[in-house]
C-alpha cells in the first residue's frame, strides 16, 4: 500500500508522521507536567500556553505562506520545515530546563513560529507532488499513519512519564521531532 505512493510524498509522511508522533507522547500529559514541574503551574497556566501557541501560529502561517509563494522553487518551502522542525525540537529539550510559566510561553512562541513555518512549507511540496488521481489516498495515508503514531505515543507517553519521569520522555521525543526535521533532507534532490 504505502510502495504506491511516490518517493516525495512518502518522505513527507514519514517526516510528519515522526514530528507529530512525537508530540503525541507529551500532548495529553503536558498539563500534568506543566503542574507538576513548573513553580505556580496549574490549569491557568496550561489554558495560557496553548492559547499563545494557537494565537502565534495563527497569526504567523499566512505571511509564512505568502513569503513562500512569492519566492519561486521549492527548496525554501523544503528549508521551512527542516527548521520549523528543528525549532520545534529545541522548544522539547528546552522544556527541561524550564522552571517557571514565563519559560513555557516564551517556547510555546517558538514552538508555534516552528510550526507556522512548517505548514506552508510542507502543505506546498505535498500539493505540488502528490500522486495524480491517487490525491484521497495520500492524504488518507498520511492520516491513518499519524493517526496510528499519535495513539500509540499517547499511551506510551503516559506510561514513561509516570514510570520514568518526564526527563527521558523529552529527550526521547526532542529525537523523534529532530528525526522529522532531518528526513526531509532525503529529498533535497527531488525537489525543484
Not at 510502495?3 to 513527507?12: C, E, G, Q, R, V
Not at 514519514?14 to 503536558?30: C, K, R
Not at 513553580?39 to 504567523?60: R, T
Not at 495520500?138 to 503514531?149: E, F, K, P, V, Y
Amino acid at each position: 500500500m504505502f510502495s504506491k505512493i511516490n518517493k516525495i510524498i512518502k518522505i513527507l509522511i514519514l517526516s510528519d508522521v515522526a514530528l507529530l508522533t512525537g508530540f503525541g507522547f507529551i500532548t495529553p500529559i503536558f498539563a500534568i507536567f506543566l503542574t507538576n514541574n513548573i513553580q505556580g503551574g496549574n490549569a491557568q497556566v496550561a489554558g495560557f500556553a496553548a492559547s499563545i501557541y494557537w494565537i502565534v501560529k495563527s497569526l504567523a502561517l499566512i505571511p509564512f505562506g505568502r513569503y513562500l509563494d512569492k519566492n519561486p522553487g521549492e527548496k525554501d518551502d523544503l528549508y521551512f520545515i527542516i527548521i520549523g522542525n528543528i525549532l520545534a525540537a529545541f522548544v522539547i529539550f528546552a522544556y527541561l530546563f524550564s522552571y517557571l510559566p514565563w519559560h513555557i510561553y516564551c517556547l510555546q512562541v517558538v514552538y508555534a513560529l516552528g510550526m507556522a513555518m512548517n505548514i506552508p512549507g510542507y502543505t506546498a511540496i505535498f500539493t505540488r507532488h502528490i500522486d495524480k488521481g491517487k490525491e484521497a489516498f495520500d492524504w488518507s495515508t498520511r492520516g491513518a499513519l499519524i493517526g496510528i503514531g499519535t495513539g500509540i505515543s499517547g499511551a506510551l507517553g503516559g506510561i514513561i512519564a509516570y514510570n520514568f519521569g518526564f526527563e527521558p520522555l523529552f529527550i526521547g521525543v526532542g529525537i523523534f521531532i529532530l528525526i522529522s526535521a532531518f528526513l526531509p533532507l532525503l529529498i533535497l534532490k527531488n525537489i525543484k
